[in-house]
């Protein structure tokens, strides 16, 4: 079966500092992966999805970005974070394929101080 | 444009009585819709989808939705609640075409009352 590991889990970083949130897929081969941000606790926003190693497509602006090195990892990433850049950051996957679900990570929270 | 629009932000029904989390669309063409649970501090969970076929789609703890084309609907629904069920709920849609990504619903959450 397919599984989806994110990390860390929660993160306090000072602003300006660098950022790194990883995340691999296992059990399954080429999938589409995704980078969300989650804000207040509600609406989630796409930041970057991926359809193969080094595509990365951008859905919006931002401070953040994002690459994939190998097949099923998936790695968010800032040279300089900013306090809006806090939230909880959601890895996904999913098949090729609109009709295919897209299959959740646990989150990470961020928090920029 | 694709959109999704959950009208209630918050929904409360007693433990055991039947409920609903209403949730309707826009998008060109077929499409594919999805329903979401998350507890506090976790992901999404996949609940249950509608591609094609039968409106009546049931999914995962006895939830079941029901797509209506005419109506642009696809209502999430369990016929006992438990409390356990307490969470935020996300309806979501994916273009049949051209899209790699799920439009989400601002979600509604419920709270099952013992």
């Known amino acids: 079966s397919q599984t989806i590991h994110q990390w860390p889990a929660t993160l306090v970083q000072p602003v300006g500092s660098p950022l790194s949130l990883e995340c691999t897929v296992e059990g399954t081969s080429n999938p589409n992966l995704y980078w969300y941000r989650q804000a207040a606790g509600r609406g989630l926003q796409l930041l970057f999805y991926?359809?193969?190693?080094?595509?990365i497509s951008s859905e919006v602006p931002q401070n953040l970005s994002a690459s994939r090195p190998q097949d099923r990892q998936f790695i968010l990433s800032s040279k300089k974070l900013l306090l809006s850049d806090s939230g909880f950051y959601l890895c996904?996957?999913?098949?090729?394929?609109?009709?295919?679900?897209?299959?959740f990570g646990e989150g990470s929270w961020l928090t920029v101080v | 444009a694709q959109s999704v629009a959950q009208p209630e932000d918050q929904v409360n029904v007693a433990e055991g009585n039947p409920l609903t989390v209403k949730c309707t669309y826009s998008v060109s063409g077929n499409p594919y819709l999805f329903w979401y649970v998350q507890y506090p501090n976790r992901g999404l969970q996949f609940l249950l989808k509608y591609i094609t076929g039968d409106n009546l789609v049931k999914g995962s703890y006895g939830f079941e939705a029901e797509f209506n084309k005419s109506q642009t609907s696809f209502h999430l629904k369990k016929p006992s609640a438990l409390v356990s069920d307490s969470a935020l709920y996300f309806c979501?849609?994916?273009?049949?075409?051209?899209?790699?990504?799920?439009?989400f619903g601002t979600g509604t959450r419920l709270t099952v009352i013992p």
């Open positions: 996904a996957w999913s098949v090729h394929g609109s009709g295919n679900t897209i299959y």
């Open positions: 979501a849609v994916r273009p049949p075409t051209g899209a790699n990504n799920l439009f």
């Open positions: 991926s359809v193969g190693i080094g595509q």
